[in-house]
Structures are given as structure tokens and as C-alpha cells.
């Protein structure tokens, strides 16, 4: 993957991950809590693929 193409990828993730965090976060009435369990959810997905991504295009498994 391209940085380009993960820094769109990251940002497109983050983006929707925090407007469904903070839709729930507001339908439940809650602090905060869903905004950061799926930001974390979008940061640690995101840099997984990169490097699934990257060990399957070099050949590693």
C-alpha cells in the first residue's frame, strides 16, 4: 500500500469511526466511551492491514 493511499485510508477510517462513536455516544447517552473504543478500533485496524498488506505483496506469511 502506497503512503498516499494509507494516509487516505487511516483518515477515511478515523472519520467515520468517530461520527458513529459520537452518534452512539449520544443516542445512549454516554461519556465519550464508543469515540474511543472505535478510534482505537480504526488506528489498530488500519495498521494491521499496512502490514498484512505489505507481507503479502513481498511474499512473506
Same mark, same amino acid.
Given at each position: ?10 483518515? $477515511? *477510517?478515523?472519520? $467515520?469511526?468517530?461520527? #458513529? ?13 464508543? #469515540?474511543?473504543?472505535? $478510534? ?17 505483496? *513481498?511474499?512473506?506469511?
Amino acid at each position: 500500500m502506497k503512503p498516499t493511499q494509507f494516509s487516505g485510508f487511516l483518515l $477515511v *477510517n478515523l472519520l $467515520v469511526c468517530l461520527l #458513529i462513536g459520537y452518534w452512539l455516544d449520544t443516542w445512549f447517552h454516554t461519556k465519550p466511551i464508543f #469515540i474511543v473504543v472505535l $478510534v482505537l478500533y480504526a488506528l489498530i485496524g488500519s495498521f494491521l492491514m499496512l502490514i498484512l498488506k505489505d507481507k503479502k505483496k *513481498n511474499g512473506r506469511s
